[in-house]
């Protein structure tokens, strides 16, 4: 017994030293995203059940050196503490450093990494240049990984190796016995701790059962999310209804009578990296002094109050600004492996108008998949860091500087026959936030390191707009500016699970005054999904397209947006928030007057209607959504060959 006894000992020590190890990673991952967790009073509950999934990963990635005792006398093998000491060091410390990277990257995606981190790492060399960059910014990560892995070390000697395991073998057959047993009954807990107790294993959407949906990331374990998320596809899952009862129709029949432009205009539409509403002085008069030029073009701009991206990543802003396709999966469309489906996105559509097309992002060429992902979509024509004449004006990390890229594109664009289509995608106000030398001492700065590199970005657009005014294309075309996602803010609002999502959608032409079109549609939910239909509709085209999105000029539309975060679905439809982890209703919420979601009114019977409103839509979004990339019915051409197929 005293042989077992000692085992069991054995075990439960290496057990809680992981366990501790693991706690504090998740204590510095809240303290360094606190702005987002603060206004919770659940974090202690997601401290003690994190401790659920920590104990997956410890038993799942450190099996052999758990279960080990219990199938051999280890002290019978010379070299076994060693090979322990060196498995439990070297296993763990990866482990360890996920979750810390997660410390810095969770302010980006607002979710813990999933296994798609490593598609993002591997995709063009960006990483790696700005690896040296990463550990100077953020020398506290490598840091805390040391001390952390020290700290292991120390554990490790005072209470593992001084543990003096019994070998006593005077009833070998007796002790086997209890082996037998032992073993049986620890790999059962090991199993239950793995696979759960219920009819569906652990997964991601587990946590939810014991934290609020604004606590799941803190509940969670980046390894545990990375490994639930391993060769896993987004495949479909959710069959709520049968067709005919489907409360959505992604396939839209634009039916435009516009007279507002005489002749099809260009189209440009701009994507400014990281501009959060809150950096931009238009919507928030505490940053006057960041953005004086992209102030002065809203004011004369088509605004919306309530506008927000589809994703939390650069790679999810492209397909649903172009394809009308939000991010509603783990995985980023960009990077499953369903990205070769059949598009027909806007570039595909205006082509068939006589536009030309072209893509303009100053990075190095293969960043994000933007190169890849814009020819799917249909543009013809892709300028990038190796397109740009000179490197001379590389920054050193990303790519060109904003400044004289926009000058470039400007340049290119005086080349196209009218009328075009562009994306221009500005770069600067990427991590690492740097500016040009010699602005540097001009451009503000701001409370936020960010700031300086988003003055840098506004006074490339006014050097941009101020040479572009003389070229002959210029009056006759229509800007849409927006953003791809937020990051980094000061307002609470802005770390809330809407304000997350608030970016600026404008469109505005110089030769007409489109704000005179705002007392119409300000209020209207937008999207980076809707910008689709809605440029269709702007620039007088009737045809049906394949879009998620909606036009907001038309009344008759479901005025809503749909966002994914955390492993939640979230819809607004008019006044209300609605959210869903794709089995039950979580919350209903009136974010217009209650805008951090904190009074949740799902069980009062007035706004039961509202939820069953909200549910049947979201669901069959949902559907619908998984339905059309899994079966490839992006493309009108392709649904009419599925379906002729079906009827033979």
Not at 92 to 106: A, G, Q, T
Not at 218 to 245: C, P
Not at 544 to 566: A, M, R, W
Request: glycine share 4%.
């Amino acid at each position: 017994m005293k042989f077992l006894l000692s085992r069991i000992y054995y075990l439960l020590i290496k057990i809680l030293i992981l366990v501790v190890i693991f706690q504090i990673c998740r204590v510095l991952f809240f303290l360094f995203n606190i702005n987002f967790f603060s206004h919770s009073s659940s974090i202690l509950k997601s401290f003690l059940w994190g401790t659920r999934f920590d104990l997956w990963v410890i038993i799942f990635f450190n099996a052999p050196i758990l279960l080990i005792p219990y199938i051999y006398n280890i002290q019978k093998v010379s070299f076994y503490s060693k090979f322990e000491k060196l498995y439990i060091i070297t296993v763990n410390s990866i482990l360890v450093l996920f979750n810390l990277i997660d410390i810095e990257y969770y302010k980006f995606t607002l979710k813990r990494s999933t296994f798609d981190l490593f598609n993002l790492i591997f995709t063009g060399n960006d990483t790696w240049v700005l690896l040296p960059r990463f550990i100077l910014d953020f020398w506290y990560i490598p840091l805390g990984f040391i001390l952390i892995i020290m700290f292991l070390n120390f554990l490790y000697k005072q209470l593992i190796q001084k543990i003096n395991l019994c070998t006593n073998a005077t009833n070998n057959f007796l002790n086997l016995i209890y082996l037998i047993i032992t073993f049986i009954i620890i790999s059962g807990i090991f199993f239950i701790i793995i696979r759960g107790t219920k009819l569906r294993p652990v997964n991601l959407m587990s946590a939810s059962l014991h934290a609020p949906h604004n606590l799941t990331a803190l509940t969670l374990n980046t390894v545990f999310s990375m490994a639930k998320t391993f060769n896993k596809e987004e495949e479909l899952k959710h069959k709520y209804f049968i067709s005919k009862d489907l409360k959505f129709n992604y396939i839209k029949i634009i039916k435009s009578d516009s007279l507002i432009f005489k002749q099809k205009p260009n189209i440009i539409i701009i994507i400014l990296e990281s501009f959060s509403k809150e950096h931009i002085g238009f919507f928030n008069n505490t940053n006057k002094n960041l953005t004086p030029f992209l102030d002065s073009l809203l004011k004369h701009s088509l605004n919306f109050k309530y506008s927000y991206a589809n994703g939390r990543k650069s790679m999810e802003s492209l397909p649903s600004i172009l394809a009308g396709l939000p991010s509603l999966t783990v995985t980023p469309y960009i990077f499953s492996k369903h990205a070769s489906n059949n598009l027909e996105a806007l570039p595909t559509i205006l082509k068939k108008y006589g536009y030309t097309t072209a893509f303009f992002h100053g990075g190095t060429n293969g960043t994000m998949g933007f190169d890849v992902f814009a020819s799917m979509a249909g543009i013809d024509n892709y300028y990038g860091r190796w397109q740009y004449p000179s490197q001379k004006d590389y920054d050193g990390y990303w790519g060109i500087w904003d400044e004289p890229f926009l000058q470039f594109t400007k340049k290119v664009l005086d080349t196209f026959k009218q009328p075009f289509f562009s994306v221009i995608y500005t770069l600067t106000s990427h991590h690492p936030f740097l500016v040009p030398e010699k602005y540097k001492k001009i451009l503000p700065k701001g409370n936020q390191k960010i700031h300086q590199s988003i003055a840098y970005t506004d006074y490339a657009l006014r050097k941009f707009f101020h040479s572009a005014k003389n070229s002959r294309w210029f009056n006759n075309t229509l800007f849409i500016i927006t953003a791809d996602h937020t990051y980094c803010a000061e307002n609470p609002y802005y770390y809330s699970n809407i304000g997350a999502f608030s970016v600026p959608i404008a469109f505005y032409s110089p030769s007409i005054n489109l704000s005179a079109f705002s007392k119409y549609t300000y209020h209207r939910l937008i999207q980076h999904c809707d910008i689709f239909p809605t440029i269709c509709f702007l620039i007088n085209i009737n045809d049906t397209i394949i879009t998620f999105g909606k036009n907001v000029f038309d009344s008759t539309e479901c005025n809503y947006t749909v966002n994914f975060i955390n492993n939640y679905y979230i819809l607004q439809k008019d006044d209300f928030a609605y959210t869903f982890d794709g089995n039950k209703s979580m919350g209903l919420y009136n974010f217009k007057n209650d805008s951090m979601l904190n009074n949740n009114l799902i069980n009062l019977p007035q706004y039961t209607p509202i939820k069953n409103t909200c549910d049947s839509l979201l669901k069959s979004i949902l559907q619908i959504y998984e339905e059309a990339i899994v079966n490839n019915k992006l493309s009108l051409k392709n649904i009419k060959y599925k379906n002729k197929i079906a009827k033979m």
